[in-house]
């Protein structure tokens, strides 16, 4: 008589895919990655809701605004339910392109999101937990995408253009900041009214804690154009929250560029400063180089290429001969339309002259007018249509 059958032992719980979704999350934990946090749990409506967005149009020129309000936190929050998507494919591009420039090194892209970290003052930080909270990601993710801010301008010359009058080169005497940002994706219009500091108006990224141009309550202005360069450094500032700091100074321009000479700067930019009495002000900066900017004329022209000898330098390891070339004939033309201009030089001559260097309809063009409290906006190619003028004291009237 045969024995009688055992039974068979039960399935064991660990079995292999379970092992290794068990394994993935070990490793995403030691490698600092977390669900996002749950959604503040004091958020009341305003806070828990997304930022109001409007689109701006006349005359076949269009631009979007996203309006934020309240604390940090909040404000933060607002950003990251609004464009929740466009952010999550920022974060994504951004650890992609981290992991190459790393080699595939996860933790030195985690690195370089913690340094920045430690550099931001609790209040920006706190708006970027909010922004990760309301995105759906980790704050790290939201501090990677900020670090690497500069790397989503246009990689080829001629990324940016600037042109800075005021004084004698204008009819009136009143200072205009405008300069072509070429970003791989359209930009938008960031209104921030924060609870504790001044409001602003600037020209954001999906993601972005600071901007490339804006107004701060309508009583200054400023320009950010990053340029390329060898001399960077993980441990400073990127030039879009640069800008943000230096706008929400509220300051004389020359004294906000004395204040950003003291801040660490991460990589390549030239920023432009500008306020309601024609005053302006200029500086230049490598991640250990920096200069004040010498006018002209009252006139300050830029193509992608730093100003001052020892700058210059650090661009030459990176860029092309003909990259090289192109930029100065490009600075060449626009330096030449600007002296034949001095005295003339308003809205209407300084957007020729910036239409004029060729770059393609992708490109921002801005034009900053702070004794007029207005700002132009639209495409920069030559054969591009009109500008928008927005009012940012009308914008937030609009946004209330």
Known sequence: MSEPSQPSAPASPLRPWRIALYLLLVGLAAAGFALPASLPSGAGAAAGAPAVEMRFEADGAGARVISLSGSAEEMGL?????????????????????????????????????????????????????????????????????????????????????????????PDGDALLGGVISLRDAPFWMARRPADAPATLVLAWPGWLGGLAGFVDGAGAALALPLPTADQQTAGLPTPIILRLALELNAPPADTVSAIMGWPHAAGAQLFFADAQGNAASIEFTAHQQRRLAAELDTLTSAGLFSSADLALTQTPILSPAALSGAQARWDKIENLARANVGWLGVEKSTEALRGLGQGTEATLVILAPAQGQLWTGTAGPEAGRLLVLRPDEVFAALE
């Open 78 to 170: 607002q950003q990251g339910l609004r464009l929740r998507e466009e952010i999550r494919a920022g974060v994504s591009a951004a650890w992609r392109q981290c992991a190459a420039a790393q080699h595939d090194s996860w933790r030195g892209c985690r690195a370089r999101a913690e340094a920045l970290g430690r550099l931001l003052s609790p209040t920006m930080r706190a708006e970027a937990r909010g922004m990760a909270q309301g995105a759906g990601v980790h704050e790290r993710d939201i501090l990677l995408l900020n670090s690497l801010a500069a790397e989503f301008v246009g990689d080829a010359l001629p990324p940016t253009a600037g042109l800075v009058v005021w004084g004698a080169a204008t």
